[in-house]
């Protein structure tokens, strides 16, 4: 997946974080969060990308 994508999907899940649940079966409701990590060597690049990413949220 590209990396750029990547933070992409965490940021929007981040800002919509609560606003939506999801009900498989009656009576069992799970909010619509989306988890990742990133197991990437440290670069100056990736800080500017996250950085990128974290200031429009």
Partial sequence: MDLAAFFGLGALSTALQG???IQPWRGWQ?????????LLPSY????ILIKSTVDEV
């Fill in 19 to 21: 606003k939506f649940v």
């Fill in 30 to 38: 799970e909010p619509l969060n989306l988890y990742l990590a990133s």
């Fill in 44 to 47: 100056s690049q990736l800080q």
